[in-house]
């Protein structure tokens, strides 16, 4: 019976650590019986990395919302938000039922109308409030999580043509982030609440779908999808082209080619790693992850890609993030390796206590709630007739995705122009441009880089240069605010030519080609990023008076141009 006991003591003076005469431990190094490394199959660093950078979406979400909506959604806004909301509710008998709820769930219905400004600034500084502390100090509830999805929610089902994919696929991450919290508890690590499986794997299913969705739109859309052609016009006719683009367009056409084959490989077969085991898991979250930041890097897409990110963490366990927090004691990985070498000295887990059973019974729950909305996301997935970014439900939930099923050839650019002469037509008349933030307009401006913010204006303008002012009726809406010089209005633009003038007599929309110049060449050389040439009107000179009648149909009232001052 010696041998053991000895055996036993040698282990206890191994656990104790060195002694008073041993040298210290290397630096960096912890302590032999006290290992630094991580064990795989935990999350709760992937939970607090997955927190942050939802918080900071949402963030940069109603930050863009607390500048932009009172102009283009506000009370005086290019669609006002008031007027939607009686559209709805006059589409249902006048009444604020279940059915505009269920229609238009926001909260603005229990607001007071009279002063939407003040609304639209009051839920985008909460969220912007909550966002930041989640941001800061890494702390998050389902409390403070909900409160979040709810006050998105009720700003994104108000925001009618000028939301975009993106506030779909911030709203359904945020809704499963939701999930991802104690009920209560403002901890990092609660350690009654472990992160849940469930969960995680409904992020890893939101990124399977996102994926897969934009890389099945490409072959089954665009030609030039399949032929490798289509990088050879994306650079210059993606929505908000960054500097990096330019030189990215000129790249030779083997480059574009292995572009366009990496996109199919990340999109249509990567996708499925996320069901072949851990490592196969984490590759897949690697390569995602390096996608979405050559296009941040590449374009600007407002936080799409950013977003793209945050489910693509759910694919790394404890082990794979551990580099990413200092070590010591006290530290968040410190307190994770604690947390693990007590599982690991309990052996059995301990009894679920009845909270435990609660929480079990509330992911189940919501593992059923994606199962069953997924069937018509999933059907629209295997169908030939296949749709992206749409919302099968009010609440947005689990929606579908895509990006680019189509390609440009040919970037078209609508320009607003404002001359003070009293005759439109005259050969004499001169028209001076208005510059958006960040659109293509003086062919010698350098593209922006803004991303991840977001002009929403500049966005709805390259789509209006698809179609015709017709089909973009807040457009001659915006016009009537240049005429007017509606202050509100022109702080959606970087340049007014009539800044400390009268406003314009006049304003039209004239349609360009746009192509970038070529780097090192003549035009280069005189400072120009862009060519353009003049395709015609897109829509005819106007003056404010003309418009009355027009606004007047669609319930948006006269701008009145501002009083000018006697010298």
């Known amino acids: 019976m010696a041998a053991p006991a000895e055996s036993l003591r040698k282990r206890k003076v191994e656990r104790s650590g060195p002694g008073p005469g041993s040298p210290p431990p290397a630096p960096g190094r912890e302590p032999t019986g006290c290992p630094d490394r991580l064990r795989a199959g935990t999350f709760w660093l992937t939970r607090v990395v997955l927190l942050r950078a939802l918080a900071f979406i949402y963030g940069v979400a109603f930050l863009v919302a607390f500048q932009q909506n009172k102009a283009l959604i506000g009370d005086q806004g290019l669609l006002p938000c008031r007027l939607y909301l009686r559209s709805v509710q006059q589409y249902f008998q006048g009444q604020v039922g279940w059915e505009a709820w269920s229609y238009a769930p926001t909260i603005f219905w229990l607001l007071d109308w009279s002063n939407m400004n003040f609304n639209l600034d009051l839920l985008a500084l909460l969220g912007l409030g909550i966002s930041a502390f989640i941001l800061v100090t890494g702390c998050a509830n389902m409390i403070l999580m909900a409160v979040l999805w709810v006050l998105y929610l009720s700003l994104v089902n108000v925001g009618q043509v000028l939301s975009g994919r993106w506030e779909s696929q911030l709203l359904e991450t945020g809704f499963l982030g939701i999930f991802l919290c104690p009920l209560w508890t403002l901890s990092r690590l609660p350690a009654s609440t472990p992160p849940s499986r469930i969960v995680l794997w409904g992020f890893r299913w939101l990124i399977f779908r996102i994926m897969l969705g934009a890389g099945l739109i490409k072959v089954r859309g665009d030609r030039c999808w399949r032929d490798l052609t289509c990088m050879d016009f994306h650079y210059e006719t993606q929505p908000v082209p960054n500097p990096l683009a330019y030189y990215l367009h000129r790249s030779p056409w083997w480059f574009h080619r292995f572009e366009t084959l990496s996109n199919h490989v990340l999109e249509l077969l990567v996708p499925f790693f996320l069901f072949l085991g851990r490592r196969m898991c984490i590759t897949h979250g690697v390569l995602q992850i390096l996608f979405q930041v050559v296009l941040i890097l590449s374009g600007n897409l407002s936080f799409l890609n950013w977003l793209t990110i945050v489910p693509s963490l759910a694919c790394f366990d404890d082990l794979a993030l551990g580099f990413l927090f200092p070590s010591g004691p006290h530290g968040l990985k410190g307190c994770v390796l604690k947390m693990q070498e007590e599982e690991e000295a309990r052996g059995a887990p301990p009894q679920p206590t009845r909270g435990c059973r609660v929480r079990q019974l509330v992911h189940l729950a919501l593992a059923v709630l994606v199962a069953w909305l997924s069937v018509p996301v999933v059907l629209n997935l295997l169908s030939s007739r296949q749709v992206m970014n749409t919302s099968f439900g009010p609440l947005r939930i689990v929606n579908t995705y895509g990006a680019f099923g189509s390609i440009t ?144 149909a669609r319930g948006w009232p006269l701008p009145r141009p501002p009083r000018q001052t006697p010298e």
């Open 409 to 552: 050839k040919e970037r078209t650019e609508v320009v607003l122009q404002g001359t003070a002469s009293t005759n439109a037509s005259a050969p004499d008349a001169m028209w001076e441009d208005y510059e958006f933030k960040c659109k293509p307009g003086d062919p010698w401006r350098r593209p922006c880089l803004i991303s991840p913010y977001h002009y929403r204006l500049d966005w709805l303008m390259w789509f209006a240069a698809f179609q015709t002012y017709e089909h973009n009726e807040w457009i001659i809406h915006l016009a009537s605010k240049l005429l007017a010089g509606d202050a509100e209005a022109l702080s959606l633009l970087a340049h007014n030519p009539f800044q400390g003038r009268a406003p314009p007599r006049w304003v039209r929309g004239e349609h360009f080609r746009y192509r970038f110049s070529q780097p090192g060449g003549r035009h280069a050389a005189e400072g120009k990023w862009w060519l353009r040439r003049r395709l015609g009107p897109y829509f005819p000179p106007l003056r404010l008076e003309d418009l009355q009648g027009y606004l007047e």
